[in-house]
Structure formats: structure tokens, C-alpha cells
């Protein structure tokens, strides 16, 4: 069973800084990308950040500047590094692992995995 477990949100005011981190738990072969997205109250979950595998990060305008993902590979771990923090950076963010494979003996199987999410809260 691949987990994601993620840690760090909480209650900030604006322009301060909170990280985020997403471990990745149990036995898989490979992850084609990791990503974090955000889901603010009565809106659509949206794309924030993404590594796919042995690149760079993207990030949604919105967050460029501002934040950075970055990869811990030796802990399975990514983490959202979010500065300059605003009032509409408020959501809940989930940890994202895209293609997640495992090999078998009997073939491979592919599946997506969710984090439960952790709340962001930026207050004015």
C-alpha cells in the first residue's frame, strides 16, 4: 500500500512563511511526477507545483517567485517551501504522486495516489 503523508500547514499571517512536507510510504518502483495542489473553499482544486521525474519544477503563476518544491529522493519525501504568503493562498494543499508503479510477477500495475491534505490558513 503506497501512502502519502503530509505535514506543515497551519496559521500564518500574511507575507510569513510556512513549509510543507509529503512523505511517500511503502513498496513502489517508480513515480512519474510529484505535485502539490490546493483547494481553497468553494473553488476548483488547482495545479501549484510539479516535479516530474529527474526535472525541474513548474509552478502555476499564481505561486512563481514565491514558492519552491523541492525533492528529498533518500527520504521519499517532497516539500513546498511557500513565501510572501497571501490571503488568497488559503486552501487546503494535498500531496499528489502521479503513475505510481509497482512491478509483480505477474506484470506492472499504475495507479495515482492523494494525500489526506493539510490546511493553509494566511490571515490579513
Known amino acids: 500500500q503506497v501512502r502519502l503523508v503530509e505535514s506543515g500547514g497551519g496559521l500564518v499571517q500574511a507575507g510569513g512563511s510556512l513549509s510543507l512536507s509529503c512523505t511517500v510510504s511503502?513498496?513502489?518502483?517508480?513515480?512519474?511526477?510529484m505535485s502539490w495542489y490546493r483547494q481553497a473553499p468553494g473553488k476548483q482544486r488547482e495545479l501549484v507545483a510539479t516535479?516530474?521525474?529527474?526535472?525541474?519544477?513548474n509552478y502555476a503563476d499564481s505561486v512563481k517567485g514565491r514558492f519552491t518544491m523541492s525533492t528529498d529522493n533518500a527520504k521519499n519525501t517532497v516539500y513546498l517551501q511557500m513565501n510572501s504568503l497571501k490571503p488568497e493562498d488559503t486552501a487546503d494543499y494535498y500531496c499528489?504522486?502521479?503513475?505510481?508503479?509497482?512491478?509483480?510477477?505477474?506484470?506492472?500495475?499504475?495507479?495515482?495516489?492523494w494525500g489526506q491534505g493539510t490546511l493553509v490558513t494566511v490571515s490579513s
Open positions: 511503502g513498496t513502489f518502483n517508480s513515480i512519474d511526477a
Open positions: 516535479i516530474p521525474s529527474g526535472r525541474s519544477a
Open positions: 499528489h504522486a502521479d503513475k505510481v508503479t509497482i512491478k509483480t510477477t505477474y506484470g506492472s500495475k499504475y495507479f495515482d495516489v
